[in-house]
């Protein structure tokens, strides 16, 4: 039997599809990954080859080595073929009186996690993934200091399927002008929950969840992963501070360690049931000006890969998924643990 549930967060309908449902071991990865070799010359991300990237804005080198060449263990460079560039004004413009546009102001960064070259996020020693949370961070605040900018979107696409060519691990940043519109939803219906019921509704959420213990895959003392209700896709996973705090650039260095810890223990674990899987993740925050808000609660959103979305999806907004939430987070809360170190 089929269910549609809604995320009370987001207000999206999903299709829970009973009759397609599969079982949680069905989703692994059946084709074998190629071995990617340590060091690939032609890659533009790998040690040697810095004067392939655009100058680095931050690095974390060994001491005595000089900006752009070897010695680094994480660089953010300007993304070559940026989606924004940092030049042009906030003016919106009309044409035709109908039409708007304004200049592509952004800026667009890589961060390359790694000088290994088939080094993978889910494997990394903890001591890295923690480099890479304190990075985001640190990347973050900087722009928000800059008043052109009201967004600053964390993401990283893992895979082909997630829109990536380069398997060089890195994850990137968009820092934009305008608010998007996802996040303009998201902030709007947080709000309205809050204005009808006085709370937050992400607070909301993981207290439920707790309660339920259904969906609940890890819980530390700082955050609470677990599958969402309504999940979009087969194993989406979201990680919750249970801190009440509106925008990522709130939290402190560790904060961001503890949270980098979660966030690697989590893809570990997922990495060990489903294989070498496709995902993105996204850190979503609220703007810079709406930073301390009552009702808005910044959140990892993990959505691997697996299935593809098609014309219904596109048409209604309405994702149909696979799998059951409860299902998906009992396979995936007997594994961490067993392949993940506690730390
Ligand atoms: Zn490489
Ligand atoms: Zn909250």
Known sequence: MSELRQNRATKRWVIVAGERARRPDDFKVKEVS????AHDPLCPFCTGNEAKTPAEVLAMRVPGSSANSPGWQLRVVPNKFPALRPVGDLERRE?????????GLGIHEVIIESPVHNENIATMTYRKVEQIMLTYRERYLHLGADT???QVTIFRNQGQRAGTSLV???SQLIATPIVPSNTRHLLEEAMRYYDDRGSCVFCDMIREELKAKKRVVLETMDFVVFEPYASRVPF????VPRRHNASFGNISPGEAR???RVLRRIL?????VLGDFDYNYMICTAPFKDANESYYHWHISILPRLTTQAGFELGS????TSAFPEDTAKYLAQSIGVGSRKK
């Open 34 to 37: 190629k071995s990617l070799p």
């Open 95 to 103: 044409e035709h009186a109908f039409f708007r546009k304004m200049d």
């Open 148 to 150: 052109r900018f009201q």
């Open 168 to 170: 060089h691990p890195h």
């Open 236 to 239: 989406e996973t979201w990680i």
């Open 258 to 260: 503890k949270c980098a």
């Open 268 to 272: 570990g674990s997922m990495y060990q």
């Open 317 to 320: 907004g309405i994702y149909i």
